[in-house]
């Protein structure tokens, strides 16, 4: 669920329909309920009404919830004996999209002369401890630099809360692909200038190029990439 503006002041929790339609049904029951809790750890924040959206329910709040308004709610829900928690996740915030990118790999391996791969990236992503919190909308993104240089920026999108805080773990952070040492920055939204494939600059795609004949992003000469090792 991504969610914008006001919205931020919400708590989503994931369950089946069959146990979301009984959440709204004694609806009112659970906010009063909610706000007890709240109240007992003198928390600001007040339980305003629940909807059913997609996938689960959305408890709509006066303020942005803190961690320790999060664990209370999920402590009164574990506690209810009318939910089969087996079906129902952890509280959370909404997500929003925050762009990151990673610099200072290669795009070509000289070694083994192959361009880096997203899949790759993504597996070795999924198994480096910086990024055990981060969950990605969508595969990283690998663009070369430019023609002449052989480095790639890497666009990574991601989900997390307004704060930013699985983010800002990882932004200016260090950790390694392969033998290459790389470094996390945050960005802006990626870019969505498109790249040719035909002469491998930015802000045309193939079917408008105007040169004749392609070239390759290997070594710039006038033949495809993929017959690079035929005329290396």
Known sequence: MTTKGSSCKQVIILMNNELAKKFIKDSSIYVMN??????NIWSNTIADF???EDKGIIIT???ISLIS?????????KSSLTL??????????????????????PFISKRINTCISSDKIENI???????NNIVLISKPCIIKVSLKSNMSIIWID???????????????????????????YGANMNLGMPQCKNCWKWGHTAGVCHIQGSKCIKCNRPHLTE??????
């Open 34 to 39: 909610i706000n007890c809790a709240l109240k």
């Open 50 to 52: 629940i909807q059913a």
């Open 61 to 63: 709040t006066n303020n």
């Open 69 to 77: 308004d999060l664990q209370k709610i999920e402590k009164y829900i």
């Open 84 to 105: 089969d928690l087996e079906y129902v996740s952890i509280p959370r915030l909404p997500q929003f999209k925050f762009y990151l990118k990673i610099v200072g790999i």
């Open 125 to 131: 992503l999924k198994t480096n401890h910086l990024f």
């Open 158 to 184: 991601i989900w997390d809360t307004q704060s930013r805080s699985n983010a800002k773990k990882i932004i200016n952070r260090y950790f390694n692909i392969g033998s290459f040492i790389t470094t996390v």
């Open 227 to 232: 017959y690079h090792c035929h005329f290396a």
